[in-house]
């Protein structure tokens, strides 16, 4: 199972969420995300656990709690194509490829638009 662990403080490292977490059972892997291009910390991380019962036993006992002066979020990862994007390019970029196909689909014959009009005219 794949844990999004979010509101890290940004001192955190990969070893010190492991242990978060290994008082749950068994962690097959916990990575902090660094920003590329700084180096720092972005205040999220994953963690994967063995087990699907261990894994939501840690989401329950950890959402909501106190680590080192942060409020933690903790719950199931989505895989990337399930989640919605928050980032304005993307929703940009979609409404563009949106855009495009409504434009495309065949309009319903009920007398509107272009087709309607020529029909109307022509008969």
Request: avoid cysteine.
């Amino acid at each position: 199972m794949n844990i999004y662990v979010g509101n890290l403080p940004y001192s955190v490292q990969d070893e010190e969420l492991r242990e978060a977490f290994e008082a749950y059972g068994d962690v097959m892997s916990a990575e902090v995300i660094f920003d590329r291009r700084t180096q720092r910390s972005r205040g999220y991380g994953f963690v994967e656990m063995q087990n699907d019962d261990e894994g939501h036993e840690a989401i329950a006992a950890l959402n909501g709690s106190d680590f080192q002066g942060r409020e933690l979020r903790v719950d199931e990862s989505k895989p990337k194509d399930e989640k919605p994007s928050s980032r304005p390019r993307d929703q940009k970029r979609n409404r563009n490829q949106n855009k495009g196909k409504a434009e495309q689909a065949p309009a319903a014959d009920n007398g509107t638009g272009l087709i309607g009009l020529i029909k109307r005219i022509f008969g």
